[in-house]
C-alpha cells in the first residue's frame, strides 16, 4: 500500500509539472482556445495540457506490463499503439483542426485494434437479468462502445474540472477493482490515469489556467473503454461497470443525443444542450456542475464495487437505482430552467402598484 500511494504521489507531481510546462509553451506558441459563442469561457485559454496524462499513463503501463507481463505483449502493443493514434489525431485537431470524419475513421480503427488484441465482449452480466452471452453481437456492441465512449468523454470535457474530475474518479474506481478482482495492469492503468489527472486538475479546476483538449478527453475516453472490454474478460460484471463509474457523462451524452434527434436537429451541429450546460445556462457555476458530477460519478463507482463484488440484493439495487439516478439529474435540470423562466418572467404590476 506504502509503495502505491508513494507511486501515485510522484505522478501526481509529475503531471503537475509537466502541464505547467505545457501551458507555458501553449502560451509562447498561442496554442489557445479562444472563446467562441459556444463557449463557457470569456478569454483565451492554452489547450491541449492533456498531453501529460497521455505521456504518463503510456510510459507507464509499459513500465508496470515490464514488471508483471499478464497482457499479451500484442495485446498491450495494440492498446499503446490505438491510445498513441487517438491521442496523436486529437492533438493535430487541437492545434490545427481536422475534419469530423477523418477523427471518427481513427477512433474505428483504434477500437478494431483492442478487439484484435483483446477481443470483444462475450459474456455481460445485467442487473435483475444475469448473465447475457452475445456471442457475434459482442463485436459491434464493442466497437460501438469504444468509438461511442471515446466521442462522448470529447463531448464532455466543456467546463472547467468537469472531466479532470470524472477521470480521478473513474480511474480510483478502476484501482479498486483490479484490486478485488486481483488484476494487476487493470489496477495499475486506473492509478496512472488517476494519478496523472489529479495533478492536471491543479491547473484546470475553475478558474482554468489551461483545457485538457482532445488530446486528453479523447484519450481518457477510450482508456476507459477499453479497461472496461479488458477486465470483463476476467470478470463478465466489470462490463457494467465500466458503465455505471462513469454513467453520468454516459447518460448526458445519451439523452442528449436522443432528445436532439427527437427534436430534428442536426446532431453533427456544435450545441449547448447537454444537462450540465443547460445547468451552467441557468447559472450555475463551474465548480459546483463539477463537484455535482463528481458526486454522482462516486455514487456510480460504489454501486460498480458491490456489483462487482456480488453482494446480496447489489443486482436489484443497481438496476432500480440507476434509472432513479438518471431521472433525478434530468429532473433537477428541468426543475432549474423553470424556476430561471419564473424568475425571468415580467411580473403584472397590481392594482396599488399602478395608483
Known amino acids: 500500500m506504502f509503495q502505491i500511494v508513494s507511486l501515485s504521489l510522484a505522478v501526481i507531481g509529475l503531471s503537475y509539472m509537466g502541464v505547467a510546462a505545457l501551458r507555458r509553451w501553449a502560451e509562447g506558441h498561442h496554442a489557445l482556445d479562444v472563446p467562441n459563442e459556444r463557449s463557457s469561457h470569456d478569454r483565451p485559454i492554452p489547450r491541449a495540457g492533456g498531453l501529460a496524462i497521455v505521456a504518463i499513463t503510456l510510459v507507464g503501463i509499459v513500465v508496470f506490463w515490464l514488471h508483471d507481463p499478464a497482457w499479451p505483449l500484442t495485446a498491450i502493443t495494440t492498446f499503446i499503439i490505438g491510445a498513441g493514434f487517438i491521442a496523436?489525431?486529437?492533438?493535430?485537431?487541437d492545434l490545427y483542426g481536422l475534419s469530423r470524419n477523418l477523427?471518427?475513421?481513427?477512433?474505428?480503427?483504434a477500437a478494431i485494434l483492442v478487439i484484435l488484441g483483446f477481443g470483444s465482449w462475450q459474456t455481460v452480466s445485467i442487473p435483475i437479468v444475469g448473465e447475457l452471452h452475445l456471442?457475434?453481437?459482442g463485436l459491434p456492441?464493442?466497437?460501438?462502445?469504444i468509438v461511442g465512449l471515446t466521442n462522448a468523454y470529447n463531448f464532455m470535457d466543456g467546463i472547467d474540472g468537469l472531466a479532470g474530475g470524472q477521470a480521478v474518479v473513474a480511474g480510483s474506481a478502476w484501482v479498486l477493482l483490479?484490486?478485488?478482482t486481483d488484476q494487476f495492469l487493470v489496477g495499475g492503468l486506473g492509478m496512472l490515469v488517476a494519478a496523472s489527472s489529479l495533478g492536471f486538475l491543479g491547473h484546470n479546476w475553475y478558474p482554468a489556467r489551461?483545457?485538457?483538449?482532445?488530446?486528453g478527453s479523447a484519450f481518457l475516453g477510450y482508456t476507459f473503454a477499453v479497461l472496461s472490454v479488458i477486465a470483463a474478460h476476467h470478470n463478465p460484471a466489470l462490463a457494467l461497470s465500466g458503465v455505471l463509474i462513469l454513467w453520468p457523462f454516459v447518460f448526458d451524452t445519451t439523452f442528449t443525443l436522443l432528445r436532439r434527434l427527437y427534436h430534428g436537429e442536426n446532431i453533427l451541429v456544435a450545441h449547448r444542450s447537454h444537462l450540465y450546460q443547460r445547468l451552467l445556462i441557468v447559472g450555475h457555476s463551474h465548480h459546483f456542475l463539477s463537484l455535482l458530477y463528481v458526486v454522482l460519478a462516486v455514487v456510480g463507482a460504489g454501486l460498480?464495487?458491490?456489483f462487482t463484488m456480488e453482494v446480496p440484493g447489489s443486482a436489484v439495487l443497481v438496476g432500480l437505482l440507476l434509472p432513479v439516478l438518471c431521472l433525478a439529474l434530468w429532473s433537477y435540470v428541468v426543475w432549474e430552467e423553470r424556476k430561471r423562466?419564473?424568475?425571468?418572467?415580467?411580473?403584472?404590476?397590481?392594482?396599488?402598484?399602478?395608483l
Do not use: E, K, N, Y
Request: include cysteine.
Open 88 to 93: 496523436c489525431v486529437s492533438l493535430v485537431d
Open 103 to 109: 477523427r471518427l475513421f481513427v477512433h474505428g480503427l
Open 135 to 137: 456471442g457475434w453481437l
Open 141 to 145: 456492441i464493442t466497437f460501438l462502445w
Open 178 to 180: 483490479g484490486w478485488v
Open 210 to 215: 489551461i483545457f485538457m483538449g482532445d488530446v
Open 304 to 306: 460498480a464495487h458491490i
Open 341 to 354: 423562466t419564473r424568475q425571468l418572467r415580467p411580473q403584472v404590476p397590481s392594482l396599488v402598484d399602478t
